[in-house]
């Protein structure tokens, strides 16, 4: 029983460290910027709206205005993008057992940007829903694009093999960034706006915006996680999981919608924001193992933790000009991921 | 009990696997052969569920594996995999901990006291209690597969598949994974269904084997009706010789290189091939003989190529002859493992040898002989050994059966006994004739190349031969060594 103990321990620290880093990356997240708010006022502001309690007097009305309507919305969008990309990255390399296998993969995310671009290119506003015409277009586009997916590899090959699913993603993916490329010749006023969103922001969504997230969010990773064994058993590959009593084609279906649905409702609010989903669940495995049942909610909390951070410094590095996230993610995930490959090499 | 009943089907169109039936009892040990793409893995896919059968029934525990659902059967069977590569650094305790997947119900599964007390059970049976923290990366070949061999005994099965379950291991893992399988079937009732590559292996551990032919049974029995020479060479269209085991009593298949040198050059044992020292009788062939002999190294069964009768003092005396005889042969130069070594108290100058010839076949024949220990067998009396010795060595040209080897030796028996009659020399403690003496040695070896030789009885030419010569040298050699 000690082992069993041992174990215990080790997740119980590895959530105790993943935890903090979240809450530390979040506050210093919201408390950093042009105007800086102090964390106390962070903590009273955030207080009162959680429970409904009058905010207290000391705390001066711009920062509170600062917090609840610009800052906190922000940083949570950028939790949700982050712990929605982490976590489909982590299901989608263990299912495809593949650690360097990202959510994108599927051609999941060029399917929300056509759809995004296409938006922004036709200027399409359908009134009753105005400014979400964009992120909803894109989620339909996303969903549309898993099903094609799904369908193709499965008309392709029934028991859709891993191999057929990569290769699938890889005509989707091309075909449909064949689209994006057209859309981006063809313009010409929308072009810094196309551009800003394929380079993926999470600034001025607005609360809205975590309202068309979060239930997505809630459902895929559900899914993900209700799936966190079967991934354990299908990471040793199919027929051994199958061996092992799992329903390999109804849990793969279920992980590769849920991964999907996190992923196209991700990029649908936020643009391709790159390498989080990567370079995350690689990091969590590394650094906790790669069981599933603790990487995936690990990479939640972690791929959160880290999004917040990146979007933080790309507002604040050359303030007050805005980087695109994505930009950050990438010249900050490169250089880690190459670290961590050169380290993981060298030992073995 | 798994049983099948006119079992077919594979991979959709052109059915792979046509009409196989059998079932295998619990405790039972069942082997699946056949050359590759005879079916062997489609049939054991089709057995674990991962391939439709298009007709017949394949039944565990009566009830037909269709209707189990995957966590039911995963409950009853579990498989094996051959050795591949992970992507992932999983602890061994998480990889074995797998196993527990199919006895546990719900989204929120907890890990009860009886997966531990199984997890321990089977970790300690395969032995990896020891590394259960490390990663499977980190482990060899041979320690990985005892893992998933835990992962699957994990899964409390019935009936376990393997294919091909020894595939890239070294000798010691491949012989510890099969003897731990058939402990399994023995104390526990387990079911192994198993393919295998190695018929030599299939035939030391399987109760029962099957032998695949283009999907179709070719043959279904024990080992040793189903490991034929005819049989295996027709499906396997190669040539092979079968041979008992050593030590267990399963037959065991050998292969015949079709490239071999000894057809290359014809090669004649005769007289130029003899070296008579005053310390030793040394014969060396160019290739290696096959050799039927007793003597104090090399003895046996073999196959040699340098043939030592060695002078020793009247007084020798060693409390290991065999391994003062293999520093003698070192000391001179001789390889002790492909020699036969003799010894004999007689003067060596004496030595009788003849050459002899008969329709194609050729015996060289050397002898030497000392009497003063010549005793009667028929009536066996105890003794203290004193020095004299008959060592006989016959070297047929021709190609003999394990039969004529044994004829050549009771041939050759047969005619010393009759020179001793003839030179009326008796047992010094029954005063009867002798037929020998108490510590002869005998050697046949033949080139195994030209004629073949089937028999060698006393009627056949090489009988004869034999006979003839052995009669005439022991005579000449114990004249010789009376005349000191």
């Known amino acids: 029983m000690s082992t069993l103990n041992f174990l215990k321990n080790k997740y119980l620290t590895a959530y105790a460290l993943a935890v903090a880093f979240l809450l530390a990356s979040m506050l210093t997240a919201i408390s950093v910027g042009s105007v800086s708010v102090p964390v106390s006022d962070i903590v009273k502001i955030i207080g009162a709206h959680v429970f409904r309690l009058p905010i207290a007097d000391q705390v001066e009305t711009t920062n509170v205005n600062i917090v609840s309507q610009i800052r906190l919305p922000r940083v949570l969008l950028a939790g949700f993008v982050g712990a929605s990309l982490a976590i489909a990255g982590a299901a989608f390399q263990g299912l495809l057992r593949n650690p360097l296998a990202d959510p994108y993969i599927l051609g999941v995310s060029s399917g929300a940007s056509v759809g995004a671009v296409a938006t922004l290119f036709l200027n399409i506003s359908i009134p009753f829903l105005g400014l979400y015409t964009l992120p909803v277009f894109s989620i339909a586009a996303a969903l549309l694009t898993i099903l094609l997916v799904l369908f193709f590899a499965r008309r392709v090959d029934r028991t859709m093999r891993v191999e057929t699913i990569i290769l699938t993603g890889i005509i989707f993916s091309s075909f449909l960034g064949a689209f994006i490329s057209l859309i981006i010749a063809l313009t010409s006023d929308q072009l810094q706006q196309i551009m800003g969103w394929l380079l993926g922001s999470v600034s001025m969504r607005g609360w809205n915006y975590i309202g068309i997230i979060v239930p997505f969010f809630v459902i895929g990773s559900l899914l993900l996680l209700m799936n966190a064994r079967e991934l354990n058993a299908m990471s040793f590959g199919e027929e051994r999981a199958q061996h092992l009593g799992v329903d390999v084609e109804k849990r793969k279906l279920m992980v590769l919608v849920a991964g999907s649905i996190l992923t196209g409702a991700a990029v649908a609010v936020s643009g391709a924001i790159g390498f989080v989903g990567l370079v995350i669940p690689h990091l969590a495995r590394r650094l906790w193992g790669p069981d599933h049942v603790h990487l995936l909610p690990l990479s939640i909390l972690t791929g959160a933790g880290f999004l917040m951070l990146t979007d933080l410094v790309s507002r604040t590095i050359i303030s007050p000009q805005i980087l695109p996230i994505g930009v950050i993610t990438a010249l900050i995930g490169a250089p880690v991921f190459a670290l961590i490959l050169m380290k993981q090499r060298r030992r073995s | ?484």
């Open chain 2, 1 to 484: 009990m798994l049983k099948l009943e006119n079992v077919s089907g594979g991979y959709g169109g052109e059915p792979v696997i046509q009409d196989i039936s059998f079932s295998v009892a619990q405790g039972n040990f069942f082997g699946i052969l056949g050359p590759n793409g005879s079916g062997k893995t489609t049939l054991l896919k089709m057995i674990s569920g991962l391939i439709p059968n298009s007709s017949g029934s394949i039944q565990l525990n009566n009830r037909n594996i269709d209707l189990f659902s995957r966590k039911a059967l995963a409950q009853k069977m579990a498989v094996l995999p051959q050795l591949t590569a992970h992507a992932f650094s999983y602890t061994v305790r998480e990889t074995v901990a797998l196993g527990r997947y199919a006895h546990h119900e719900g989204f929120f599964q907890t890990w009860t006291s009886d997966d531990e007390r199984v997890l321990q059970t089977v970790m300690e049976q395969t032995n990896i209690t020891g590394f259960q923290h490390q990663t499977i990366q980190e482990l060899s070949g041979g320690e990985q597969q005892r893992v998933f061999l835990a992962q699957a005994l994990a899964q409390e099965p019935d009936l376990l598949l393997l294919d091909e379950p020894t595939n890239h291991l070294d000798l010691a893992y491949q012989k510890d994974l099969l003897d731990l399988l058939k402990k399994g079937t023995k104390h526990d009732g387990l079911i192994v269904v198993s393919i295998f590559h190695d018929l030599n292996l299939a035939s030391l551990y399987c109760d029962r084997l099957l032998l695949l032919e283009k999907g179709k049974e070719r043959a279904i029995h024990s080992p040793d009706g189903v490991l034929k020479e005819h049989l295996i060479q027709d499906v396997y269209k190669t040539n092979v010789r079968k041979y008992p085991h050593p030590v267990v009593a399963k037959p065991q298949m050998h292969l015949l290189p079709d490239a071999l040198e000894m057809h290359n050059k014809p090669i004649k044992i005769d007289s130029s091939m003899l070296s008579v020292k005053t310390d030793r009788i040394a014969l060396t062939s160019p290739i290696p003989l096959r050799t039927l002999s007793s003597g104090v190294c090399g003895a046996g069964i073999g196959w040699n190529n340098q043939f030592v009768n060695r002078h020793v003092p009247d007084d020798y005396y060693c409390a290991d002859p065999a391994d003062e005889m293999q520093a003698y042969l070192e000391t001179n130069g001789f390889d002790v493992s492909r020699t036969v070594g003799m010894m004999t108290a007689v003067d060596l100058k004496n030595v009788a040898h003849s050459h002899s010839e008969n329709k194609g076949v050729s015996l060289f024949t050397v002898v030497t002989a000392g009497t003063e220990n010549a005793t009667d067998s028929a009536r066996p009396v105890a003794q203290t050994l004193a020095q004299g010795t008959i060592n006989i060595w016959l070297f047929v040209n021709g190609c003999l059966t394990d039969q004529a080897f044994i004829q050549a030796i009771m041939t050759a028996t047969e005619a010393k006994a009759q020179a001793l009659k003839e030179l009326d020399i008796h047992d010094k403690w029954t005063g009867t004739i002798a037929t020998g003496t108490s510590t002869d040695s005998i050697l046949v070896a033949a080139t195994q190349q030209g004629r073949s030789v089937p028999y060698a009885g006393a009627a056949t030419e090489l009988g004869q031969l034999i006979g003839q010569s052995v009669f005439t040298e022991t005579k000449k050699a114990i004249i010789n060594d009376q005349g000191k």
